[in-house]
């Protein structure tokens, strides 16, 4: 008899092209293992990607980007939680991401550092601090 427990979330992103935003996951941020979805219409309108064991999965709804960017200075934040992260950070930096805020230790407990993605997603990537 299986056992009740919540397992995983992973939202289903909307973007403004789904071709590009592939091809910037896996070009600059290193996912692979990228798939895509014809509609019914005959139309590629949803795909996604992975790296290690996070998946991501998005579908192209450029108005829909648009209208949860459109809140002044808001962005829709998405927190990646990651092991070593001096390392993909290291790797970022060398790829030239351009980082919205720079890796450092928070008084919550993690080290995280950000970068806007190309559909506008403030991407947060973080690590628990370890206690010595």
Not at 10 to 23: A, E, G, I, K
Not at 84 to 95: A, M, N, P
């Amino acid at each position: 008899m299986k056992t009740k427990k919540f397992i995983r979330c992973n939202p289903h992103l909307p973007v403004r092209n789904l071709r590009q935003t592939l091809d910037y996951y896996r070009d600059i941020l290193g996912f692979t293992d990228e798939w895509t979805w014809t509609n019914a219409e005959g139309k590629v309108s949803d795909g996604g990607a992975r790296r290690d064991e996070m998946r991501l999965l998005f579908g192209e709804d450029p108005g829909f980007v648009d209208a949860i960017g459109s809140y002044h200075q808001s962005r829709l934040a998405i927190i990646w939680f990651v092991e070593d992260i001096d390392q993909i950070y290291l790797e970022f930096w060398d790829k030239g991401i351009e980082f919205a805020d720079e890796l450092r230790t928070h008084p919550y407990g993690l080290r995280e550092f950000a970068f806007i993605d190309i559909n506008g997603y403030y991407i947060r990537v973080a690590e628990p601090e370890i206690e010595q």
